[in-house]
């Protein structure tokens, strides 16, 4: 599937709009805190959008690190938890037979990826678009996820942001398909090569454990302005 710039960011000001409280959530759970848009974009067509981290109860769904059973593998038992608090409230806003983009930021798009592996079997998932996303279950539960959604998924990361490097892949944690990678030169790469990734990710934590005190400028290529932003300013 060509990779679409203007849904991608579509739902990145979704999600800059949900931080920014100029639009609210039609579902929250008080449980987690989990947050969720569902908007129309066209008949028949919704869009299913998870805003992020932004609340100490989320801090503390992200730190949950052990795995628990999902359909098919395991899955961060945090991430599930905040997925389940809001599932049966989705299937009652969602209408029948609709087709679904499914968009999150940070811990919104591991919740996005849990959804879209749930909702699979019930509706037509045209898209799914994740930004900055961890690692969200371990091999089986990818190698199913990338049979059904691989070439409908955006997983959309920004050089040098420090989350879709954890959970740490020797956890027996993995990332599902398709990486969308947002150089520094303005450019995109798909199915960005695994040296790459693995020398980011030794320069980012390197830097983290030699300098602590600049660990909070490395949270910048996190923020969804960045991701929007980096999108808009593409050279394709």
């Known amino acids: 599937m060509t990779f679409d710039r203007q849904l991608a960011i579509y739902c990145a000001k979704a999600i800059e709009e949900l931080y920014a409280q100029d639009i609210s959530p039609n579902l929250v759970s008080r449980a987690t805190d989990t947050q969720v848009l569902v908007e129309k974009i066209a008949d028949g067509r919704f869009a299913v959008i998870f805003p992020g981290t932004a609340s100490l109860m989320d801090w503390l769904t992200d730190a949950r690190i052990h795995k628990t059973r999902w359909a098919v593998g395991r899955v961060h038992i945090g991430f599930a938890s905040a997925y389940e608090s ?79 490097h954890v959970p740490w892949v020797l956890g027996t944690y993995r990332h599902v398909d398709t990486q969308v990678y947002l150089n520094q030169q303005h450019g995109l790469q798909i199915d960005e090569p695994l040296r790459v990734h693995l020398a980011e990710a030794t320069a980012t934590w390197g830097m983290i454990s030699a300098q602590p005190e600049k660990a909070l400028l490395l949270a910048e290529p996190h923020h969804i302005q960045n991701y929007r932003r980096n999108l808009e300013n593409l050279t394709l």
Request: net charge neutral; charged share 15%; proline share 6%.
């Open 86 to 164: 809001i599932a049966a409230g989705l299937l009652e806003i969602i209408p029948p037979h609709s087709s679904l983009v499914i968009a999150g930021h940070s811990l919104g798009g591991a919740l996005a990826t849990l959804c879209a592996a749930r909702l699979a079997d019930d509706f037509t998932i045209t898209n799914v678009v994740t930004f900055g996303s961890p690692r969200v279950g371990n091999g089986a539960f990818v190698g199913d996820y990338n049979r059904i959604l691989a070439a409908r998924t955006w997983r959309i990361v920004n050089a040098h942001d420090p989350i879709p």
